[in-house]
């Protein structure tokens, strides 16, 4: 270990959680980690310590990092029986680092929760998916204390290139609501564009070549349309994933007396690759509901009138 090398944890290995604590280890830190199921083979064969639970991981790190899909599995770890908090008893100065997408209005209970036992919480999302997970080049939205957030920053830059401190506890979570209305809406209006221009018998991937270059370009016409048009809808970022977000979206709204019905139709689409089978595909693959609407697949021969 080199001299500037600290005790981290982290909790979620996952697409997107192995490859950021990855990087931490490359960066020379020693990392205690805990996930659901078999550790990734980057992860076991690396120096990391393996915990049976993650109050194990809590225990021996300062600084903890959660990766986890959705608010109740953030509960469970945190709280429930040798969760962190178990482990963070008796100890003072830790912090608790949530780059799960999760409640905004659950994050704040829980870093009051956090806050009681003498450590410190930030809730950090993401955004970039799991090209920006390996690539280390995530945006990284963060909601806590200001000397908190200096503290871990170094951490971030080791994961992620635009790292902003959005505001105070939940403010991280409500940017990356945000963020995922803005990209399941692009999401939806690139598959709308691709459509259109493939049922009206141009080629596709000109059209997209085209795009890039105009007013239209963007990182989804950018990678998503590529996935649209070559028909790889692995994961990246999972349906059943983007739905959570969407669903935090609508029901923050409703508390709000806020109206979002791009979102709520976004939504539904999202709905309808599930009930054809498509929770696990990647959210490019979005654009099968409206080719199922329109009978005609993106690519395919249009039929001679």
């Given at each position: 270990m080199n001299a500037s090398s600290l005790k981290l944890g982290f909790v979620g290995l996952g697409i997107m959680g192995a490859p950021m604590a990855a990087h931490l280890i490359a960066a020379g830190h020693q990392l205690?980690?805990?996930t659901l199921g078999?550790?990734?083979?980057?992860?076991?064969?690396s120096s990391a310590t393996q915990c049976t639970t993650a109050r194990g991981v809590a225990e021996r790190a300062d600084i903890i990092f959660l990766m986890l899909p959705d608010t109740p599995d953030v509960e469970k770890v945190l709280f429930g029986e040798d969760g962190v908090a178990a482990g963070l008893k008796g100890s003072s100065g830790?912090?608790?680092?949530?780059?799960?997408?999760?409640?905004?209005v659950a994050t704040k209970d829980f870093a009051r929760r956090i806050e009681a036992l003498g450590a410190q919480y930030l809730d950090a999302p993401v955004s970039g998916g799991e090209v920006g997970a390996k690539n280390a080049t995530l945006s990284i939205m963060v909601g806590g204390?200001?000397?908190?957030f200096a503290r871990v920053k170094p951490l971030f830059e080791r994961m992620g290139k635009n790292i902003t401190l959005v505001g105070g506890n939940g403010d991280g979570q409500t940017a990356k609501v945000a963020n995922q209305i803005i990209v399941a809406l692009n999401i939806e209006a690139?598959?709308?564009a691709l459509l259109f221009a493939s049922r009206a018998g141009a080629d596709p991937a000109r059209v997209r070549e085209a795009l890039l270059g105009g007013f239209a370009s963007s990182k989804i016409l950018e990678v998503h349309a590529e996935r649209m048009i070559k028909r790889t809808f692995d994961p990246g970022f999972r349906i059943s994933l983007h739905q959570k977000d969407l669903n935090l979206a609508l029901s923050s709204a409703r508390q709000l007396g806020v109206s979002l019905p791009n979102?709520?139709?976004?939504?539904?689409?999202?709905?309808?690759?599930?009930?054809?089978?498509?929770?696990g595909w990647d959210h490019s693959g979005l654009v099968r509901a409206l080719e199922i609407q329109a009978n005609f697949e993106i690519g395919q021969k249009v039929p001679q009138a």
């Open positions: 205690f980690v805990n078999k550790i990734p083979a980057q992860i076991a064969e830790k912090v608790v680092v949530d780059m799960s997408s999760i409640s905004p204390p200001e000397d908190v690139v598959a709308e979102t709520a139709q976004a939504q539904e689409l999202f709905n309808s690759c599930v009930a054809h089978g498509g929770a």
